[in-house]
């Protein structure tokens, strides 16, 4: 599956910005999805997964640090899957990537096909 992410911009902290991921290829919905980012001198980190495919049945799971700010949906008729970001922080400033997997589960481990990042800055 190709995937294709857009977008990220500058935000003001305490705004909000939606990206998305459009994919092609093979059939979206048969795909564990969800995004990482990579800050500035850090680690690609985990941010949020849509596990279709988990032994535990469908789950949406979220780093903590996003938990209560960020939301994931998707639309597998558009093939495109959606990340909503509320009440931006500074630290948030990242190059977000979407991913996707066929595997059970959706970390960073797991990933088999990655989108080209989007850069979001978040300044006060």
């Known amino acids: 599956v190709q995937l294709q992410a857009s977008g990220g911009g500058l935000v003001q902290t305490g705004g909000s910005l939606r990206l998305s991921c459009t994919g092609s290829?093979?059939?979206?919905?048969?795909?564990?999805m969800g995004w990482f980012r990579q800050a500035p001198g850090k680690e690609r980190e985990f941010v949020a997964a849509?596990?279709?495919?988990?032994?535990?049945?469908?789950?949406?799971d979220y780093a903590d640090s996003v938990k209560g700010r960020f939301i994931l949906s998707r639309d597998n008729a558009k093939s495109t899957m959606y990340l909503q970001m509320n009440s931006l922080k500074d630290e948030d400033t990242a190059v977000y990537y979407c991913?996707?997997?066929?595997?059970?589960?959706?970390?960073?481990?797991?990933?088999?096909?990655w989108g080209q990042g989007t850069l979001v800055t978040v300044s006060s």
């Open positions: 991913a996707a997997s066929g595997r059970p589960i959706l970390v960073l481990a797991t990933v088999e096909y």
């Open positions: 290829g093979r059939p979206f919905g048969s795909y564990n």
């Open positions: 849509f596990d279709w495919r988990a032994w535990h049945g469908p789950s949406d």
